[in-house]
């Protein structure tokens, strides 16, 4: 199975808009989520975009992992939940390292320069090791060991051929895994300047990145064409996009939230509803 972006086409949207018909047409654009930065789509009308995914490569393995799961691909469901949770520890150490830095524009180096790290970002225990400490330096607690214990033996288990996948041990994983991911989220949050709102700063990494990435790439492009290429993914998570009040307290926000989530079922009835606009 490959891993899948969608997005509605831009092109379609505008020309739906142009011809002022009270109608508008809204088509789905797709590509596959590789090593490259960029996603070549394609639409059901054969327009063309190369898109600079800005949700971070992780949301897109974690729901392909859902999608596996429901399924009954347990095995790639396993392997490629505990893939996203990787990529998303790798994701915050890179968010960390330019966050530390206190240098907003050098992004694209602090970028390359840690992949350019494979002593680090090529081992898994390294890369936990490194994920552990700057989690407990912006989220002000240590995470929650047993948990991560729980999630690398199961995936362990499967991976390596010492159980044989069965729905419940897998669904578990994959719930622990949007649990965790959602927390750690949340945890982190800033304020891009006074007057604004609190909000998460993964979120505000990916897509600072990806602008970057894109500009890199074509300095030249502006206006509309460059928005397109920026097209946001429907199937980006929720609590990528929320706005923090002042007044919330985000631990018990967060007990709330994972409280309503605590099933692999609800996870597969929001992923079936990522293409609900197509």
């Not at 520890?89 to 180096?109: P, R, V």
């Not at 552990?132 to 991976?159: C, D, T, W």
């Amino acid at each position: 199975m490959a891993i899948v972006y969608t997005t509605i086409c831009p092109t379609c949207l505008f020309e739906s808009f142009k011809e002022q018909n009270n109608q508008t047409t809204v088509s789905k654009m797709s590509g596959v989520i590789n090593n490259e930065p960029t996603v070549q789509c394609t639409c059901q009308r054969g327009h063309h975009l190369e898109v600079y995914p800005r949700e971070g490569k992780y949301t897109f393995m974690f729901w392909h992992a859902v999608d596996a799961y429901a399924h009954g691909q347990l095995y790639e469901a396993a392997s490629s939940g505990y893939a996203a949770l990787e990529e998303y520890m790798k994701t915050y150490i890179h968010a960390s390292a330019w966050n530390l830095s206190g240098e907003t524009q050098n992004i694209l180096d602090t970028y390359q320069a840690l992949n350019n790290d494979k002593q680090l970002m090529g081992n898994s225990t390294l890369i936990f090791g490194a994920y552990s400490f700057v989690y407990l330096h912006n989220a002000g607690a240590p995470i929650n060991q047993k948990r991560f214990e729980n999630m690398s033996q199961a995936r362990n288990k499967i991976i390596h051929g010492t159980e044989i996948p069965g729905s419940k041990s897998v669904g578990n994983l994959l719930v622990s895994i949007y649990r965790h991911l959602m927390k750690s989220t949340l945890l982190w949050e800033h304020r891009l300047a006074d007057n604004q709102p609190r909000t998460p700063f993964i979120p505000y990494y990916n897509n600072s990145l990806a602008q970057a990435i894109l500009h890199q790439d074509n300095p030249d492009l502006q206006g509309q064409a460059a928005i397109n290429a920026l097209s946001p993914s429907n199937q980006g998570f929720i609590f990528d996009s929320l706005f923090i009040d002042e007044g919330t307290e985000l631990e018990s926000y967060i007990n709330t939230m994972e409280d309503q989530l605590t099933t692999i079922d609800q996870l597969v009835e929001i992923s079936s509803t990522l293409d609900g606009y197509c």
